[in-house]
T-cell receptor
Framework: AQKVTQAQTEISVVEKEDVTLDCVYETRDTTYYLFWYKQPPSGELVFLIRRNSFDEQNEISGRYSWNFQKSTSSFNFTITASQVVDSAVYFCALSGGTGGFKTIFGAGTRLFVKA | DTGVSQNPRHKITKRGQNVTFRCDPISEHNRLYWYRQTLGQGPEFLTYFQNEAQLEKSRLLSDRFSAERPKGSFSTLEIQRTEQGDSAMYLC???????????FGPGTRLLVL
């Protein structure tokens, strides 16, 4: 069975602090994708990144960076120099197996960035 | 490519009424997925189609829920005799065949009074 665990329910930081959101996953598939989505109060899922299981290269996009480690089944997300606009719920997700894009989501981490 | 679209974006209904939502996937995508997200939770898988065939249904999809994709293009999700517990965001996603990558629509937010 597939599972995604986001152990941090809520995180509160002060603007300009760096913050890391943790994600641990379980799967028996050898081919899978990992995702991070941002969900602002409007409710729409905003896609941030996808990573396939064969690409363990870390990625940086502006203030965002992702650390994918298959050895520990983790796909952590770091925001550098956080801003108030980063306040949202962030979901880590996993797809794989015969279900194609059938996606399992973590419970989400609510990030509060205070000015 | 206009992305996945969903209509309506918001729906308020009274308990006991029937509601229907529509999802239009990305045009060349033959797989379509429905998810439900209740307050404070992550989205949960409901069902998916490959073309017009419904290949999997979650246990979350009670008898009051029915999904169709009659021509393998757009899909509808109907909830009969709505209950307050059905209040949620209903998300649709689409992908190419068995591709494990895909795209989500903006969702339909349902409020049952």
């Amino acid at each position: 069975a597939q599972k995604v665990t986001q152990a941090q329910t809520e995180i509160s930081v002060v603007e300009k602090e760096d913050v890391t959101l943790d994600c641990v996953y379980e799967t028996r598939d050898t081919t899978y994708y990992l995702f991070w989505y941002k969900q602002p109060p409007s409710g729409e899922l905003v896609f941030l990144i996808r990573r396939n299981s064969f690409d363990e290269q870390n990625e940086i996009s502006g203030r965002y960076s992702w650390n994918f480690q298959k050895s520990t089944s983790s796909f952590n997300f770091t925001i550098t120099a956080s801003q108030v606009v980063d306040s949202a719920v962030y979901f880590c997700a996993l797809s794989g197996g015969t279900g194609g894009f059938k996606t399992i989501f973590g419970a989400g981490t609510r990030l509060f960035v205070k000015a | 490519d206009t992305g996945v679209s969903q209509n309506p974006r918001h729906k308020i209904t009274k308990r006991g009424q029937n509601v229907t939502f529509r999802c239009d996937p990305i045009s060349e995508h033959n797989r379509l997925y429905w998810y439900r997200q209740t307050l404070g939770q992550g989205p949960e898988f409901l069902t998916y189609f490959q073309n017009e065939a419904q290949l999997e249904k979650s246990r979350l999809l009670s008898d009051r829920f029915s999904a169709e994709r009659p021509k393998g293009s757009f899909s509808t999700l109907e909830i009969q005799r709505t209950e307050q517990g059905d209040s949620a965001m209903y998300l649709c996603a689409s992908s190419l065949d068995r591709d494990r990558d895909g795209y989500f629509g903006p969702g339909t937010r349902l409020l049952v009074l």
